[in-house]
């Protein structure tokens, strides 16, 4: 988190603005440059993850031609998965690789204090409102403001990313298509920095899953 606090930093102090836009600026810039080098490995589990979901109608046959027989049903489904040359857990390993760096910007986006100083992207202000600052209580605060409108409208483009997100989850149960919608309510219990970094990185891994999907 301090290397990474250290180059938004750096990075924010050659962008034009107030201090407060520079440091949002350069949030989503860095966001965006991790995911861009996570790229690779998230291409590489977006492809084992379609070649399980392709296996679905197999496993469906199987999971009713056995469902009474426990014992050989774990049997005949894993050498579905073994013909296929893949595990139920397939897509996963690259997930796990790309989240402590996902993690480190989580946490640049929500701690306090960093290497024993202040925070500076959670100290910095943006239109009045501090980007440590929760959703919820700025918007009940008082009458319709910039700020107010401001944060609205990051919680509508939220929406609007978790609603296409969710267009494009895989066939399975219904509830999956609520998962995106989690990032929403997490965002509204945050601080708002941490807001504009949920809106960066599931921006891009919208964009990410609708290249993979036409070209991947």
């Known amino acids: 988190i301090s ?24 949030l989503v810039l860095v966001t965006i440059s991790v995911r861009a080098l996570l790229t690779p490995l998230a291409l590489h589990g977006f492809r084992r993850r379609k070649a399980v979901a392709d296996l679905h109608p197999k496993i469906e046959l199987v999971r009713r031609k056995h469902r009474n027989e426990p014992e050989r049903l774990v049997r005949e489904l894993g050498k579905v998965y073994a013909d296929a040359g893949l595990s139920p857990m397939a897509g996963m390993g690259s997930g796990l690789l ?7 910007l989580y946490g640049l986006a929500t701690v ?32 319709i403001s910039w700020p107010t409108l401001a944060l609205v409208a990051l919680l509508a483009a939220l929406v609007v990313v978790a609603y296409l997100s969710s267009r494009q989850q895989e066939p399975g149960p219904r509830w999956l298509r609520l998962v995106p919608f989690g990032t929403v309510a997490f965002a509204v219990a945050s601080p ?7 809106l960066s990185t599931t921006t891009w891994s919208l964009a990410e899953r609708a290249v993979f999907t036409r070209y991947g």
């Open 3 to 26: 290397a990474v606090h250290t180059a938004l930093t750096s990075l924010a102090s050659t962008l034009p603005g107030p201090p407060g836009v520079q440091l949002v600026v350069a």
């Open 112 to 143: 306090p204090m960093v290497g024993g100083s202040a925070n500076q992207l959670l100290a910095a202000e943006v239109l009045g409102t501090p980007l440590s600052s929760y959703w919820l209580p700025v918007v009940l605060s008082g009458p």
């Open 98 to 104: 790309q989240a402590p760096m996902l993690v480190t």
């Open 192 to 198: 708002v920095a941490l807001s504009v970094y949920l």
